[in-house]
């Protein structure tokens, strides 16, 4: 009767060719993949190799960069060829919701492109509204209102706007999408970086 080898429960997961393959499958060089997660270039490349086993805090934030979920990179899966289409599961979405409550907006846009092109969906409750301060030098939005009735302004410069309609302003000053109805609204935003 021959003895089975029996993988020992305790060794650590192999991680790093599961990130290495996830990072590459998106295009990522090591020090983009650095920027989204803030994850140092060196760290990750010693997880790659093998040499460094991350704490938790770490694999959450590549996970969250890549958009994949907590137990692909544990398990040790690497993704196969990328298939032509990339499906990311709503509940992978990373959603921001404002202190009060009355603002939500969910991210779209893949995290390689943080920081050149950006989409949202935005949803505002009644009265509420989203303000942000300027970007970077010359970056634009483009606001696209899905359902019900939005004030648009970019500094001094305010339109209201409804359903079907985009506006288009500089968003290298502050500006603000606020809620101009009494019942929910709900629209695309893009945020371009030039």
């Not at 846009?109 to 935005?122: D, K, N, Q, R």
């Amino acid at each position: 009767m021959g003895l089975e080898k029996i993988a020992d429960p305790s060794a650590a997961p192999a991680i790093g060719p599961a990130l290495q393959g996830h990072r590459k499958a998106r295009g990522l060089t090591l020090e983009q993949l650095a920027g989204l997660s803030g994850v140092s270039k060196s760290m990750l490349s010693e997880i790659e190799r093998g040499r460094a086993n991350p704490t938790f805090a770490v694999l959450w934030s590549l996970t969250r960069a890549l958009g994949v979920a907590f137990d692909e990179l544990v398990d040790g899966r690497v993704p196969s060829d990328p298939e032509p289409i990339e499906v990311v599961p709503a509940e992978h979405l990373p959603l921001i919701n404002s202190p009060d409550g009355a603002c939500r907006l969910k991210i779209l846009s893949p995290p390689h492109l943080a920081g050149s092109t950006e989409w949202y969906e935005i949803e505002i409750a009644p009265g509420g509204r989203h303000v942000s301060g300027a970007h970077a030098k010359g970056a634009i939005e483009h606001f696209a209102v899905i359902e019900g009735r939005f004030e648009v302004g970019s500094g001094a410069a305010r339109r209201t706007i409804g359903a079907g309609e985009v506006a288009r302003y500089p968003a290298d000053v502050p500006h603000e999408l606020a809620n101009a109805g009494a019942g929910p609204a709900k629209g695309m935003l893009i945020v371009l970086f030039r």
